[in-house]
Structures are given as C-alpha cells and as structure tokens.
C-alpha cells in the first residue's frame, strides 16, 4: 500500500496534514498517538470507508481492515459469523478462519453466540474476520483491546506469521507496546506522521 499527501477534514478542522506512508510487503508497522490523534480517520481513509479530502491511496490485491468497534451480531454463532463472512469473501473453505482461531485460542467457542462471549472474544472473532480471508495488507485497529497476557502474546504470533508470508501489516495504537517488534514504527501527531526509532530486542 501507498499512500500520498493524504488529507482529511471534518467541516473546518484538519484532522490529517498530509500523510505519506508505504506498507511494503512483509513488513509489520506500527502507528501511534494519542486518543483523538486521528488514528481511527487514518485507517478509515486507508481501507476506503471515507474519501480523503486530497491525496491518494494505492494497494494490490486484498486488504483485510479490522476497526476498533466490534463488528459482529450477537445473536449468530461464532460459527455463523464464519459462514456468512465466507460467503460474502466468496471463500472456498475455512481452513484459514480455523488456523487463527487455533492461534488466537478461541476455537471451543465455535458454537457460542457472539452475545456471550467475554469482551476479549468477541475481539478474537473480530480479527479472525477480518483475516480469514487471507488478505495481503492488514489494517489492524487496537487489535488487542481486552486481551489478556495470553492472547495478547499470541496476537503478535499471529502478527510474525504474517509477515514472514509477505503480508503488509498496520497496527494502529494509542499506546507503544514492544516497539521492538516492529520494522517500523510513527507517531501521528498534528495531523502529520513522524518516524519514530525502533528498539531492537
């Protein structure tokens, strides 16, 4: 992915300055700044879900976009969640689905309805969603939100898996956690993002 002199604006307010970001292929970035930073606007306008007022976006093949709000229907099983969103990926199996779901430890649920499941469930099914089809640029919104230690270690296995298949991987948070997992790490700040060093482990 992409991205050049992107601009956003609500009204008068400039949210996002002029944004210019690549995600190359196999690589795990990381974006940070705090609440109200525009973090969430970004990745909106990265996954197409708002026009920026000026720039561009550019990326092949499929993008996988998991947001910060849970997008899942209490009343379905986890399991139904897969098979609707197998038909709408147009997916031959799910054999994907399944592999992080193993990964992120939430299989057994298979058969629970999304409604009561903990909070940190109803994110592993999030993410699995918007995975499971295999995408080649991952846009990941506080992914880890109501993680425990557990899961929150293996979201980052999860995370290498990825790269090392030559996904592009975003991870957008107001908080930077083990920065040394990343190839590359900014700061969204005053609409702008700034290249941050990362600490090797």
């Given at each position: 992915m992409e991205v050049v002199g992107v601009q956003h604006r609500y009204g008068k307010r400039l949210?996002?300055?002029?944004?210019?970001?690549?995600l190359p292929a196999g690589a795990l970035t990381g974006v940070v700044g705090e609440n109200g930073a525009g973090k969430s606007t970004l990745l909106k306008v990265l996954?197409?879900?708002?026009?920026p007022t000026r720039g561009t976006v550019?990326?092949?093949?499929a993008f996988g976009y998991c947001p910060q709000q849970v997008v899942v229907n209490d009343?379905?099983?986890?399991?139904?969640?897969?098979?609707?969103?197998?038909?709408?990926?147009?997916?031959?199996?799910?054999?994907?689905?399944?592999e992080i779901m193993d990964v992120l430890g939430?299989?057994?649920?298979?058969?629970?309805?999304?409604?009561?499941?903990?909070?940190?469930t109803r994110q592993k099914l999030n993410v699995t969603?918007?995975?499971?089809?295999?995408?080649?640029?991952?846009?990941?919104?506080?992914?880890?939100?109501g993680f425990d230690w557990d899961t929150y270690l293996r979201f980052w296995e999860l995370a290498s898996?990825?790269?090392?298949?030559?996904?592009?991987?975003?991870?957008?948070?107001?908080?930077?956690?083990?920065?040394?997992?990343?190839?590359e790490l900014w700061r969204l700040d005053g609409g702008r993002l700034r290249s941050q060093t990362v600490e090797a482990a």
């Open positions: 949210v996002l300055r002029g944004i210019d970001l690549r996954a197409g879900e708002l026009r550019r990326h092949r093949g009343a379905l099983t986890v399991r139904q969640h897969l098979a609707f969103f197998q038909a709408a990926f147009r997916l031959d199996g799910l054999r994907h689905a399944w939430f299989a057994e649920y298979a058969d629970e309805r999304a409604g009561v499941l903990s909070g940190g969603l918007a995975l499971m089809h295999d995408p080649q640029v991952l846009l990941l919104d506080e992914p880890y939100q898996r990825l790269r090392e298949r030559g996904r592009s991987v975003l991870v957008v948070s107001h908080l930077a956690y083990d920065t040394e997992r990343l190839d």
